[in-house]
Every structure is written in structure tokens, then in C-alpha cells.
């Protein structure tokens, strides 16, 4: 999953379907951006679960941090300022509820 490509505030794809046990990689490629988990609820505050913090990179100097799925469902946003409130969500297994997530951030 490709984190702000282009300078874009989006997560590409901005949804995966996943197995329990499958590794979502995480590639950080400009900007300075979190993978934090979130829930459909509440996709702009973080649950307490998994949080790759603040990376910071340059353009051609990506980094990544993995994620191993452990839930059926799982949300994401970044919580760079206003980066969640302008769409920057990610979904595992999300299905038709990906809209509902990215309406309500």
C-alpha cells in the first residue's frame, strides 16, 4: 500500500482484501505520514492498536513498516493534521463500507 504517492494525502489502493495471518505492506513514499489504525465509527481517531507513528521521507527514499492481519476488518487513517478529515483512509476487507469510512472522516 503505497502512503502519499505523488504528494497525494491517499493510501493506493485505499483498500485491500486480506486473509488473517496476511502481511500488508505499508510503503511510505513522500511526505511525513502514519498508518494509524482507526475504526468505522470513528476512522479519524485512533483505537489503541497499531500505529506506525510519524515517517517523514523524501521523494525516491521510500521506508515501509509492515502489518499482519489479525481481524476480519480493519480501518486506517493518517494523523497528520487535517489528513484524515481530507480522505486519507485505508480499509482491510471493507467492502461496500469503504464509502461509509471515507464519507464520515
Same mark, same amino acid.
Request: glycine share 12%; charged share 15%; with cysteine.
Given at each position: 500500500?503505497?502512503? #502519499?504517492?505523488? +504528494?497525494a494525502?491517499?493510501?493506493? &489502493?485505499?483498500e /485491500?482484501?486480506?486473509?488473517?495471518g496476511?502481511?500488508?505492506?505499508f510503503?511510505?513514499?513522500s511526505?511525513?505520514?502514519?498508518?494509524?489504525?482507526?475504526s468505522?465509527e470513528?476512522?479519524?481517531?485512533?483505537?489503541?492498536?497499531?500505529?506506525? #507513528?510519524?515517517? +517523514?521521507?523524501?521523494?525516491?527514499? &521510500?521506508?515501509h /513498516?509492515?502489518?499482519?492481519?489479525d481481524?476480519?476488518?480493519?480501518?486506517?487513517?493518517?494523523?497528520q493534521?487535517d489528513h484524515c478529515?481530507r480522505g486519507m483512509?485505508?480499509?482491510?476487507?471493507?467492502g461496500a463500507?469503504?464509502?461509509e469510512?471515507?464519507?464520515?472522516a
Amino acid at each position: 500500500v503505497q502512503v #502519499g504517492p505523488r +504528494g497525494a494525502l491517499v493510501f493506493e &489502493p485505499p483498500e /485491500v482484501s486480506a486473509s488473517m495471518g496476511d502481511v500488508i505492506r505499508f510503503n511510505f513514499v513522500s511526505g511525513n505520514h502514519t498508518a494509524t489504525q482507526s475504526s468505522l465509527e470513528q476512522p479519524c481517531v485512533a483505537n489503541g492498536g497499531f500505529d506506525t #507513528g510519524f515517517i +517523514g521521507v523524501g521523494d525516491g527514499m &521510500p521506508r515501509h /513498516v509492515d502489518y499482519i492481519v489479525d481481524t476480519d476488518q480493519a480501518w486506517f487513517h493518517c494523523r497528520q493534521a487535517d489528513h484524515c478529515a481530507r480522505g486519507m483512509v485505508f480499509a482491510v476487507n471493507a467492502g461496500a463500507q469503504l464509502g461509509e469510512v471515507a464519507a464520515s472522516a
